[in-house]
């Protein structure tokens, strides 16, 4: 079964950038039934989603964090990757990767049906 | 605030049933599919309904989702105290900006 597990610095100090990894086993980011995606949530709040990934590098975020998001997908390594530039407080938050669904007859982003047990990120110097 | 609209709480008695609300607009639920997530205390989200109406794998038929015009519903019969959890819907919003939406969630409280 297809498994995510996110990975990288649990502190990020202010006005630094934040890089968390996550690694798909099981199956394959190549897959083109699937678009990749981060989502996270502050403590005691709801979720956000930040972006996704296609296996070719396409991608797609959130307006009110894309001037500082960035996506990435390493296919050799089985893996897809996150940076959140010019952190602050207000990015403390756990971070969850997940597969998310692309509707079979739409092709537009369906549900998230696999997420990883996600990582706390806290930004504070 | 969020894009749609949760109500933060609904309470109801073991065994009963109880019904969770999700509004939305024309531009993200009147025109996309509506999924459902189930969130236990400290653990990750997990798919409970996808495409409105539909159960993942493993999902027991307790669970149900409906949709109409701008609203989805997320049902729960049979209510059990493992129930007890925050509950989210998301879209996909396909404005000028398409991106994806959750509600702010909703507090359930198995009495």
């Known amino acids: 079964q297809v498994q995510l597990q996110e990975s990288g610095p649990g502190l990020v100090k202010p006005s630094e950038t934040l890089s968390l990894t996550c690694t798909v086993s099981?199956?394959?980011?190549?897959?083109?039934?699937?678009?990749w995606s981060w989502i996270r949530q502050p403590p005691g709040k709801g979720l956000e989603w930040i972006g996704y990934i296609y296996y070719s590098g396409s991608t797609n975020y959130n307006p009110s964090l894309k001037s500082r998001v960035t996506i990435s997908v390493d296919t050799s390594k089985n893996q897809f990757s996150l940076k959140l530039s010019s952190v602050t407080a207000a990015d403390t938050a756990v971070y969850y990767c997940?597969?998310?669904?692309?509707?079979?007859?739409?092709?537009?982003?369906?549900?998230?049906?696999?997420w990883g047990q996600g990582t706390m990120v806290t930004v504070s110097s | 605030q969020s894009v749609l609209t949760q109500p933060p709480s609904v309470s109801a008695a073991p065994g009963q049933k109880v019904t969770i609300s999700c509004s939305g607009s024309s531009s993200n639920i009147g025109n996309n599919y509506v999924s459902w997530y189930q969130q236990l205390p400290g653990t990750a989200p997990k798919l409970l309904i996808y495409d409105n109406n539909k159960r993942p794998s493993g999902i027991p038929d307790r669970f149900s989702g409906s949709k109409s015009g701008t609203s989805a519903t997320l049902g729960i019969t049979g209510l059990q105290t493992g129930d007890e959890a925050d509950y989210y819907c998301g879209t996909w919003d396909s404005s000028l900006s398409a991106f994806w939406v959750f509600g702010g969630g909703t507090k359930l409280t198995v009495l």
């Open positions: 997940a597969r998310q669904l692309i509707h079979y007859s739409s092709s537009s982003p369906d549900a998230f049906d696999i």
């Open positions: 099981g199956g394959s980011v190549s897959s083109g039934s699937y678009y």
